[in-house]
């Protein structure tokens, strides 16, 4: 019995191998939009594509940026410098793209840009913060992927969204982890309901990656910064123990991060060029084989795995 499961098993993912390595044709006329192109994921990204011979269209928040990512690609990529928390922004760059795709249609839309609030806990944040994380990595990818969506349809193309293993299992980081859970659903339902107009949804979840948002000297500092904007009394209940325990923890777990991005943009690419892509990508081991596993585990377990070497405030009771 155990053999035959295991060659069903076996023949399962020979199936799936051979059928994940069609890729589509006539990959130099497919245009893709990327948003976040400055560096980390977006910029290899972009990068890499250019290479397949696609036509990139990279958004990138600042001019310099733009710049650099010009002089290491070919001439097929254009850069534009459009945000997407501003609708008026957003429909710039839809009518930026709807030039040069033509009657073709929009092949391809990655939202990769996204932002992190300190890596602190959830009570330390003040709620300009909130809005702002909220504001760029869900209602931004929501407006954005509205606008492009009947440039997309054209073309039977594909939406590429960015979450992270923290939307899968939250236990850091409420408000990006919110915000995460929310593209998490927001792509489930639109895979479902644009499913008879041909255009296919992948969802992309990082593990812990070295980027821009993850550099260690910035985000140390910026725990620091708000630990001293917290209240005296949300001070007391914590203990200056409590901060300086959770400070070396980050520490620790930021010089743990992936520095292989290739990880992360090799899955954006297959999602991309792939005949049959998959519906999600967890990128990264400790996504593949560690938090994937947690999330099927009971709660009560997976927080014990999770918080069992937290250190405890002050006034814990």
């Not at 585990?297 to 997976?302: C, H, Q």
Request: charged content about 20%; overall charge positive; proline content about 3%.
């Amino acid at each position: 019995m155990w053999l035959y499961l295991a060659a069903l098993v076996g023949l399962y993912y020979l199936l799936r191998w051979y059928r994940e390595r069609q890729v589509v044709s006539d990959l130099r006329d497919k245009y893709v939009f990327i948003t976040g192109c400055d560096s980390g994921f977006g910029n290899l990204l972009a990068r890499q594509l250019d290479l397949r011979g696609l036509r990139v269209l990279a958004a990138c928040l600042t001019e310099k940026g733009a710049e650099q990512l010009r002089d290491q690609t070919s001439d097929r990529l254009e850069t534009g410098i459009p945000g997407v928390t501003k609708t008026e922004s957003i429909s710039a760059a839809t009518e930026w793209v709807k030039e040069r795709v033509g009657d073709r249609g929009l092949w391809g839309l990655v939202n990769n840009a996204g932002i992190f609030h300190p890596l602190c806990c959830t009570e330390w944040l003040k709620i300009e913060t909130y809005v702002d994380v909220l504001k760029v990595n869900l209602i931004g990818l929501m407006e954005v992927t509205l606008s492009m969506l009947p440039l997309v349809r054209k073309a039977q193309g594909r939406i590429v969204n960015v979450s992270s293993i923290l939307g899968r299992v939250a236990f850091f980081g409420g408000v990006y982890c919110s915000s995460k859970y929310g593209v998490e659903a927001f792509s489930d339902v639109l895979r479902r309901e644009l499913q008879h107009f041909r255009v296919k949804i992948s969802i992309v979840e990082p593990g812990y990656f070295r980027t821009g948002m993850t550099d260690l000297p910035w985000s140390l500092g910026r725990i620091k910064q708000a630990w001293e904007e917290v209240p005296a009394h949300i001070k007391e209940a914590y203990g200056q123990k409590f901060f300086d325990a959770h400070h070396n923890g980050v520490k620790q777990g930021l010089l743990r991060c992936s520095t292989n991005l290739n990880l992360v943009t090799d899955c954006m690419e297959h999602a991309l060029i792939s005949v049959h892509p998959r519906t999600r990508y967890s990128a990264g081991w400790d996504s593949q084989f560690f938090f994937i596993p947690l999330s099927y585990l009971p709660t009560s377990l997976a927080d014990y795995i999770l918080t069992r070497s937290w250190p405890k405030p002050a006034q814990a009771v």
